[in-house]
């Protein structure tokens, strides 16, 4: 299931990018079937033009609920069933970008100008 981690990331969450959309949804059924565990989103718009999520094409999950293996698995399954399509970006990253480790999930622009 998909839970939201505050309700104005669930508003958030309806402007994304539909392939971002699917995308997400299909990563917390894997989650799910895998590893019993729901998914929260944490993050979605950010106000820089540098970052994917400013463009409505990234999305943050928790990755606390699960193991380091777990969480390396999952994102392994993912870039593999989900290529981002453009080197040397992939579609989805576990890391700690300063804020603690967390799954990004980002989509390429249909333009590719974008970032
Ligand atoms: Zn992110």
New binding site residues.
Partial sequence: MLLFNAEFLREEFDLVDRKLNKIVNATATIKEVLFEKNTVVT?VY?DDPD???YYYR???LRSRDLTEKQCKKLEKIINQLFPYGKKPYQTM?YHN?GSGW?????VRAEHDEEV
Avoid: G, Y
Wanted: no cysteine; proline share 0%; charged share 15%.
């Fill in positions: 993050s950010r970052s994917t999520h990234a999305v943050d990253l970008s967390h799954f990004h999930i980002q």
